[in-house]
């Protein structure tokens, strides 16, 4: 490993990484661990896949928990702050431009088509890291055998991603522990600092929600902090175990959005940097909107996203002192390596769903009898989007070109097709 950088050498690693970031967990940890662990080596291998282990764990986007561990363990709190951050807010930033212009005109198909060029690279990225972690994390053929039966039960069977995390583990517990050898490391953190942590991110999170019940005289304020607070803590599993409750609540139970709305807003997180669940930023600024115009839009925008992520830090920064203590117990840590194997599936089924989604414009769920399987429409092909990756794969895996590069090159190509078009 090389020695910690500074503040500001790490600091510029991650706003590259947050403007990077696109195409959802798999290509956001795809990304962190070209630069950090393969490029920088800032991180070791097993120091990234037990941070990424104990994320996966954790309600909220395991992705920005992920670099704000790691900005946590390069630069202490302020790397984590800076890291997590940095992770969050390009997206945000975009989002909320994009939800501006959605707002008072509709659609905008220039920009869908910009991105495409960018998650056609994507794909490669994707496919590049779910190779390099699967050797990594696959030690044995039990690891091999669990990421398979994961990939099988999520894509195949849909069944839930906790339940799946959750047998692995105790798969992991009972029988990994003499498969593998670890080194013991000493617990040093005392309990009370982790408490005086706890205390200051549980005042840190609440103040602003105490803030717009006791002096805003706009009931959506209140009703958007809450619900969206509620959702932080029950998001195990990343944006996608969740989307499909937020949906169902926002369009049908509150009645903020319309079905087509919610599509378009998820649409617009796909295809910005940032983790998938910024969508609830755009579902905070429209219901909001359609209820007292544009600056309270914006208020309930920012508020979203506070009570949103500010939870990821606190799970982050009272429980990161722990994970290496974690990994060192021989049952603890054949469970974390169970969960690694796992998420190798999740990650390869992620993977799966996303290609699909760029290379096909319309794609199907198909049923048989207990089997889920997502069918794409040949007919509706998206050769641009396959030519366009073709091109990113000759560019990084056989010309070792940087990424930047490449996205800026796609993104170009994709939207100058458009405009032709």
């Known amino acids: 490993m090389q020695s910690n950088p500074t503040l500001r050498q790490s600091t510029a690693t ?37 941070a990424l282990n104990f994320c996966m764990l954790l309600p909220g986007p395991e992705a920005m928990q992920l670099a704000t561990y790691s900005g946590w363990r390069i630069n202490g709190t302020l790397g984590g702050l800076i890291a997590g951050l940095l992770f969050v807010l390009p997206g945000a930033f975009l989002i909320t431009l994009l939800a501006v212009i959605y707002a008072f005109f509709g659609d905008v198909p220039l920009i869908n088509s910009l991105f495409l060029g960018v998650k056609a690279t994507v794909v490669v990225i994707v496919i590049q890291a779910l190779l390099k972690v699967s050797k990594k994390a696959l030690k044995t053929h039990y690891h091999t055998s669990i990421a398979v039966t994961a990939f099988i039960s ?3 069977f849909n069944l839930p991603y906790p339940f799946i ?24 953190q005392p309990l009370t600092k982790t408490l005086k942590t ?56 509150k009645d903020w959005l319309t079905a087509g709305q919610m599509m378009d807003g998820l649409g617009l997180a796909e295809t910005t940097p940032g983790p998938l669940i ?6 905070g600024f429209l219901a909001a909107f359609q209820e007292g115009g544009i600056k309270l839009a914006l208020i309930a925008g920012f508020l979203t996203l506070w009570v949103t992520f500010i939870p990821c830090f606190l799970w982050i920064f009272a429980g990161a002192p722990y994970i290496d203590w974690i990994s060192s ?3 603890l840590h054949g469970a974390l390596s169970a969960i690694t194997a796992a998420v190798v599936g999740v990650i390869l089924n992620l993977s799966i769903w996303f290609m699909l989604h760029v290379f096909f414009e319309k794609i199907s769920d198909v049923q048989f009898g207990p089997i889920n399987l997502l069918w794409p429409n040949f007919s509706y092909i998206n050769v641009p989007a396959i030519f366009l990756t073709s091109i990113s794969i000759w560019l990084i895996i056989k010309l070792k070109w940087n990424i930047a590069s490449v996205l800026l090159i796609n993104a ?7 405009l032709i078009n």
């Open 329 to 331: 117990q021989p049952r």
């Open 198 to 253: 706890i205390l200051a991110w549980l005042v840190v999170w609440w103040i602003p929600i105490l803030l717009v019940y006791l002096i805003s005289d706009q009931k959506i304020l209140t009703e958007i902090t809450i619900f969206f607070s509620k959702l932080a803590v029950v998001t195990f599993g990343g944006a996608y175990a969740v989307l499909s409750y937020m949906a169902q609540d926002v369009v049908i139970t």
């Open 14 to 50: 991650w706003c590259k990484i947050g403007l990077l970031s696109f195409g959802g967990p798999a290509a956001q940890i795809a990304l962190m661990h070209r630069e950090i662990v393969e490029n920088k080596k800032w991180l070791s291998e097993d120091q990234f896949l037990n």
């Open 278 to 283: 910024l969508v609830t930023e755009f579902v």
């Open 154 to 156: 999520i894509f195949f």
């Open 412 to 418: 170009s190509l994709a939207l100058l097709q458009s």
């Open 165 to 188: 995390i959750f047998v692995s583990a105790f798969f992991g517990y009972l029988i990994l522990p003499n498969k593998i050898n670890v080194k013991q490391v000493q617990q040093s």
